[in-house]
């Protein structure tokens, strides 16, 4: 089969202009804390659906765990080298990736930072994120209320020591609570006296369930347990259920995602802040091509929205059920 000359030079136009295209399309790195935790999933997912649709091209990173400083600022280097003009980032260490942000900002490149920020958090051009002071906040009140004025004996599972979302999700669940607790703005974590067991996750399910049973070796009588996410929480009820007290024991926790949701529905855990990961993807990519294509760079903080979801309503505080919560679900 001969193909006319006329058609040859369109096909090789047309891949002429692909090519060009993919040369001129915006490239936006993602640097998450891990790529295990669903929630940094889901944040990948919506940044990559959002980089097709916008004709950007991502490139994306994460450490092995929360707390991998090491890895984002080896991630920041590669990205800078192959072109990214803007980078999206869940700072792992508040503050031991500021010096790798600031160069990477004496070269031209835009840095936001999703759902976490550093600290201070005007290192960064923008912050997209939750409001997680509020979050901590209305899992307290839920608490608070579902407890029925029964003496609360609390285990806090925690991130670990100085992290900004960890800190501010466990001073908001404090002062939610009506207890003595720090202000949004302090990263020590508030230990009042009914706080009798504090332990560090890392947001992980199985480091959340040893941390709950070392717990209760310390406590057997822990009647209220604050986790800063849910696969924690799913630790610590595995932990709760070995130990018989499961039934005896209330958990609240912050995320919202898909599998926490169902986890609320099936009585594990009582009530969950939910945030919105895509949104703040997708925000983040948005971001990066306007930068690409005007200059303007992003500033100051986007809150993303947060939502209670409980799996039974208490009076005086507002909340979603779980099929609610399901169909929002990290904004899907």
Known sequence: ?????????????????????AQNAPVIGLITKTDTNPFFVKMKEGAEAAAKAKGATLMSA?????????????????MVAKGAKTILITPSDAKAIIPSI??????????????????????????????????????????????????????????FPGHPVGAQ????????????????????LAKPAEVVCMADTHGNQAEGQTAMENCLQKNPDINLVYTINEP?????????????????????????????????????????????????????????????????????YVDTGVELIAAK???????????TGTQLCWGK
Do not use: W
Request: glycine fraction near 10%; include cysteine; hydrophobic fraction near 45%.
């Open 1 to 21: 089969m001969r193909f006319a000359p006329a058609a040859i030079a369109l096909a090789a136009c047309s891949l002429l202009a692909a090519a060009a295209h």
């Open 62 to 78: 994460a450490g092995k765990k929360d707390g991998d400083n090491a890895a984002q600022v080896a991630a920041i280097e590669n």
């Open 102 to 159: 600031k160069k990477a900002q004496d070269k031209g490149v835009q840095v936001i930072a999703l759902d976490s920020p550093t600290d201070p958090a005007s290192a960064v051009d923008a912050l997209f994120a939750t409001n997680n002071y509020k979050a901590g906040e209305l899992i307290g009140q839920y608490a608070k209320a579902a407890m029925g004025g029964k003496p609360a004996k609390i285990a806090t599972l925690d991130l």
């Open 169 to 188: 999700r466990h001073n908001g669940f404090l002062a939610g609570y009506g207890l003595a607790s720090n202000d949004a703005k302090n990263n020590e």
């Open 232 to 300: 924690a929480a799913a630790g610590a009820y595995n932990a709760l259920k070995k130990a018989g007290k499961d039934k005896n024991v209330v958990i609240v926790s912050v995320d919202g995602g898909c599998q926490g949701v169902r986890d609320v529905a099936a009585g594990k855990i009582a009530a969950t802040s939910q945030q919105y990961p895509l949104k703040m993807a997708a925000m983040g990519v948005e971001a990066g091509i306007e930068y690409a294509k005007t200059g303007k760079k992003a500033s100051g």
């Open 313 to 323: 309503p208490v009076a005086g505080v507002t909340s979603k059920d779980a099929a």
